[in-house]
């Protein structure tokens, strides 16, 4: 994923943002024993839509999702953009209500605040230090507008409906800066709504959504996402009035995250290959290594039989990361597709914790609650040490995910750095036709 307050770039400065509540101080380790009818009378949940918001560095960070039940028990889908994330490990305690954040060590732990409103943290648990962030709830109509104050005047995209590309450029607190590409789009039927994402080199900002929205000091795009693991805001200013060639302002993080950003309208605007950031080293070929399986007893290395005259694919993973799992949305599906034709997959997975008992359950929760049929090992901790450590023929490693290609001889053919996910729209179906047309032509070889 993206930027360093992003999952694919938590890595060996993860501490910022990579902060988490232990159970026994949020309550959610005493789970509820009722059934699931029980269940649902007791959480102040009612079904329909939902606006979340978190509220963080001052700001609010909105989100929308919508409750339901599913065979009597309650769920909640988060929505981004077109995006929809249904949870349905949801169990209360007493007055409080946790919603469990899918494949993410995260929840939120909420309880009623007046008729209709909800009020709570949302918590990571998988951290080194606690991490709590404020959030509220009301009930919604099915239509509301994600930030109020929409604009009235919504005809600066002009006839650009399939959406503007903008060369963006971001900056840290440290004044390092790194580029993107901006996508925004503009609704056809309701033109003060947005959607849109920003890509980098490792990876994308996933599904964005949000409105043009009328301050005190002029027109701003603002787009948001809650997807568990991160809580993101964008809030640019319009140079000029009436007209989105350039836009700058902030992007928020969760608890503490802030960067800078402009984006100057550019239909051109292109970023690095990301065939190019990473590499072997000179004179390494072959990625030696031997990692334990999920599962415990066993042990996955690429120069097993089962891979042997096969084209292998890599895949750098942690179960924490948004983008990773965009990319596992894509491969699980693929390889049960595909694997009748020579070729496997192994998930290579880093996660929060050095102590398999703690990371190897975490990585089984992800394979079987994405179905995933390749097999997947233990390999390290969620940092950039940790991986050049662990494949140490490997350099430039930068991002979660990274995709690496065997051929059949074992020989390292390509090295790909990020992901682009659905939310990037064409830059998606780019990333699976190169995917397919690289295994194409390594399967094509004898």
């Excluded at 902060?19 to 009818?37: E, I, R, V, W, Y």
């Excluded at 309701?190 to 000091?217: C, E, I, M």
Aim: charged content about 20%; aromatic content about 10%.
């Amino acid at each position: 994923m993206t930027s360093r307050f992003v999952s694919a770039r938590l890595l060996a400065g993860a501490a910022v943002l990579a902060t988490a509540l232990s159970a026994c101080n949020s309550g959610t380790d005493k789970t509820s024993t009722t059934s699931g009818t029980e269940q649902t009378a007791a959480l102040p949940l009612s079904a329909g839509t939902w606006r979340g918001v978190l509220q963080a560095q001052g700001q609010e960070i909105p989100f929308l999702f919508d409750v339901a039940t599913d065979g009597g028990k309650p769920t909640v889908t988060l929505r981004n953009g077109t995006e929809r994330l249904k949870l349905d490990e949801i169990t209360t305690a007493g007055d409080s209500t946790t919603i469990r954040l899918g494949v993410f060590d995260a929840a939120l732990v909420v309880r009623a605040d007046g008729a209709n409103k909800l009020k709570g943290s949302w918590v990571k648990y998988d951290t080194k230090d606690p991490y709590r962030v404020a959030f509220a709830a009301s009930k919604a109509t099915d239509n509301i507008d994600l930030f109020p104050g929409a604009a009235k005047n919504a005809s600066v995209f002009g006839d650009m409906k399939r959406g503007a590309t903008f060369r963006t450029e971001f900056r840290d607190s440290e004044g390092t800066t790194y580029p993107a590409v901006g996508i925004i789009t503009q609704d056809t039927v309701n033109p003060t709504r947005l959607s849109g994402t920003f890509l980098t080199s490792t990876g994308d900002y996933r599904f964005l959504a949000g409105n043009l929205v009328t301050k005190a000091d002029g027109e701003h795009v603002m787009l948001s996402t809650f997807d568990g693991s991160h809580g993101f805001l964008f809030d640019g200013k319009l140079a000029e009035p009436g007209n989105i060639n350039r836009i700058a302002g902030d992007f928020y993080s969760g608890k503490s995250g802030h960067e800078t950003w402009t984006a100057t309208l550019n239909p051109n605007a292109k970023l690095p290959d990301a065939n190019s950031l990473a590499g072997m080293k000179a004179g390494q070929q072959r990625l030696t290594f031997k990692f334990p399986n999920i599962y415990e007893g066993g042990s996955i290395s690429p120069t097993d039989p089962k891979y042997k005259g096969k084209v292998v694919v890599l895949q750098i993973l942690g179960s924490w990361c948004p983008n990773c799992m965009d990319e596992t949305n894509f491969l699980a599906p693929w390889y049960e597709q595909n694997k009748q034709r020579g070729v496997e997959i192994i998930g290579l997975g880093y996660e929060r914790s050095s102590d398999y008992a703690v990371a190897a359950p975490k990585l089984r929760k992800m394979r079987e609650r994405m179905n995933i049929g390749y097999d997947v090992a233990v390999a390290g901790v969620s940092n950039k040490d940790s991986v050049s450590a662990s494949l140490p023929q490997l350099k430039g490693f930068q991002a979660f995910p990274t995709t690496i290609f065997l051929d059949k001889k074992g020989v390292v053919r390509k090295v790909h750095t990020g992901f682009s996910g659905p939310g990037t729209g064409q830059y998606y179906e780019q990333e699976k036709a190169e995917f397919n047309k690289t295994i194409d032509q390594l399967l094509a070889e004898k």
